[in-house]
């Protein structure tokens, strides 16, 4: 009998899925009050999920869905350090996905 680890999954505060812990952006409330992104994922405080894509962004900014997962305020720097984040992965992803293709 083969033991699988269990894939951890969380859910978006913005679509409410439940999706791969890896796919989604992070964003932590420390103990001080400091809003920002979580790219390890281990930083202390309270964390709330997001898909990493802009409409989840927009939902979540919309009905501040993030500003009542984390109990605060959130800056708009906040928010344009997030989109800048889904920007660079969405780029990273479609680099990595067209990789090789290239050759001339």
Do not use: W
Not at 68 to 79: G, N, P, S, W
Not at 84 to 97: D, G, K, L
Request: net charge positive; glycine share 8%; hydrophobic share 35%.
């Amino acid at each position: 009998m083969s033991s699988k680890r269990k894939t951890p999954e969380r859910m978006c505060v913005a679509c409410r899925e439940m999706k791969d812990k890896r796919g989604l952006l992070r964003v932590v409330r420390s103990p001080e009050g400091v809003v920002a992104i979580d790219a390890s994922g281990k930083a202390p405080g309270r964390g709330a999920y997001l898909c990493a894509n802009e409409a989840c962004l927009k939902r979540a900014q919309k009905a501040h869905n993030l500003e009542k997962a984390l109990k605060t305020q959130i800056d708009e720097t906040v928010f344009t350090a997030l989109a800048e984040e889904i920007a660079r992965r969405e780029y990273s992803t479609v680099c990595t996905n067209a990789g090789g293709n290239d050759a001339g």
